[in-house]
């Protein structure tokens, strides 16, 4: 199974500020690599897939980088309803895997 | 706009099986695979397996093969996963996930699991 690795478990910010997440593939994954918004109690929400492709109605304040095995989420411009947990997930191969996630928090 | 939309929270005994629904609306419910994914509480999210709702060929994790059932309902656009052989280990919360080369968008909202004697 591809193991993903994401760093820091938790970060602490302002708003406005500009935060940068990495998730890390035990093995190369190329560029498919999504990442995901968590907020207590809800479902995830699709940010980006292929590693940089920001889904439909995500601001453009969120950009994902990155391939093969190295990968980043950055959020510029920290806003409040930001403040949640983020996951990486790669599918280039069954079984499909998620990163442990990363915390916001203020 | 695609939702989907699941079945409430259910509460089971060790060794017992439960069966969790994903109603599907606002796309055409064969073109999609339909992902199932597990967030037990500090095991973060671990996936599940997925049907094609067009020919019901599925894909499971090892973790949960031989316990895992996933189905699909073209008639009422509504899949299923079924877990047997509840252990404690089973408590979480379920999401189904539309599929997008393997990637989820939308998810339906969750539904608690508690196993419980």
């Known amino acids: 199974d591809i193991q993903m690795t994401q760093s820091p478990t938790s970060l602490s910010a302002s708003v406005g500020d500009s935060v940068t997440i990495i998730c890390r593939a035990s093995?190369?994954?190329?560029?498919?690599l999504a990442w995901y918004q968590q907020k207590p109690g809800k479902a995830p929400e699709s940010l980006i897939y292929a590693a940089s492709l920001l889904q439909t109605g995500v601001p453009s304040r969120f950009s994902g980088g990155g391939s093969g095995t190295d990968f980043t989420l950055t959020i510029s411009s920290l806003q409040p309803e930001d403040f949640a947990t983020y996951f990486c997930?790669?599918?280039?191969?069954?079984?499909?895997?998620f990163g442990g996630g990363t915390t916001v928090e203020i | 706009e695609v939702q989907l939309v699941q079945s409430g929270a259910e509460v089971r005994k060790p060794g017992t099986t439960v069966k969790i629904s994903c109603k599907v609306s606002g796309h055409t419910f064969s073109d999609r695979y339909i992902h199932w994914v597990q967030q037990a509480p500090g095991e973060g999210l671990q996936w599940m397996g997925r049907?094609?709702?067009?020919?019901?060929?599925?894909m499971y994790a090892e973790k949960f093969q031989g316990r895992l059932n996933i189905t699909a309902d073209g008639s009422t656009e509504t899949t299923y996963m079924e877990l047997s052989s509840l252990g404690p280990q089973d408590t979480a919360v379920y999401f189904c996930?539309?599929?997008?080369?393997?990637?989820?968008?939308?998810w339906g909202q969750g539904t608690q699991v508690t196993v419980s004697s």
């Open positions: 049907v094609d709702p067009k020919t019901g060929e599925t």
């Open positions: 996930g539309r599929g997008h080369n393997n990637w989820f968008a939308p």
């Open positions: 093995q190369d994954i190329r560029s498919f």
């Open positions: 997930q790669q599918y280039h191969s069954f079984p499909l895997t």
